[in-house]
């Protein structure tokens, strides 16, 4: 068994792996469920970073085989399309979905939460705070820009690990709970946009590290 192969066996398995040398050599198998800017813009990046990407339309699919989800299909349509997946049970799933205008399915207060209620696996809340449209000058940037991320402590090291190989400094937003708030913070970067900004990346770090 080669290191990467290995190593994104240990992933399937909550991906525990802390090591950051070791890290750096992990090739995971994302499924990505939703074909639009986020979902698209993400599967190149990821592919160009050495991962195995199976990408998925609103048709849904089989996700068996993979390490780690996205699911990045419109906010308001989450509750149909997540039954759309096979195989997702205990996967480790990474909910970009905006929910700007629309609630969350009744009963929960975020999508991510209702998400997980159907998965109970692994999640975290990403890649919903950011332009795709900008995806393509990550690598031109002084320095990585920073995307929040929430979720369960057994997703770290995948949403970590996929945000810096899309070009993002993850920042730890707290526990899943926090999700709402994420999703909320959404109509902020919209009015900062139309303000006069227009799209952009934000950096969030300690002192000395700007």
């Known amino acids: 068994m080669s290191c990467r192969t290995e190593a994104s066996s240990i992933i399937g398995k909550h991906l525990k792996v802390l090591n950051p040398e070791i890290r750096k050599e992990i090739a995971v198998k994302v499924a990505v469920f939703g074909k639009g800017h986020v979902g698209g813009g993400l599967a190149d990046l990821w592919e160009r970073a050495g991962h195995q990407v199976k990408r998925l339309g609103h048709q849904g699919g089989d996700v068996s085989d993979a390490d780690v989800v996205l699911v990045s299909v419109p906010g308001k349509a989450v509750e149909d399309a997540i039954g759309k997946l096979k195989g997702v049970k205990g996967k480790t799933v990474i909910d970009a979905t905006n929910r700007f205008g629309v609630e969350p399915p009744s009963g929960f207060p975020s999508n991510a939460e209702f998400i997980k209620s159907k998965t ?28 929040l991320w929430c979720g369960d402590e057994e997703a ?3 949403v970590e690990q996929l945000n810096r190989d899309a ?23 919209f009015a900062i946009n139309k303000a006069g900004m227009g799209q952009f990346f934000y950096r969030i770090a300690k002192p000395g590290e700007l």
């Open 167 to 189: 070009g993002y400094d993850p920042v730890y937003a707290g526990p899943l709970t926090n999700a709402r708030d994420q999703e909320e913070f959404i109509k902020l970067v």
């Open 120 to 147: 109970n696996g692994p999640m975290a809340k990403s890649f919903n705070i950011n332009f795709a449209a900008l995806y393509g000058e990550l690598g031109k940037a002084r320095v990585r820009p920073s995307n």
């Open 156 to 158: 770290r090291v995948a």
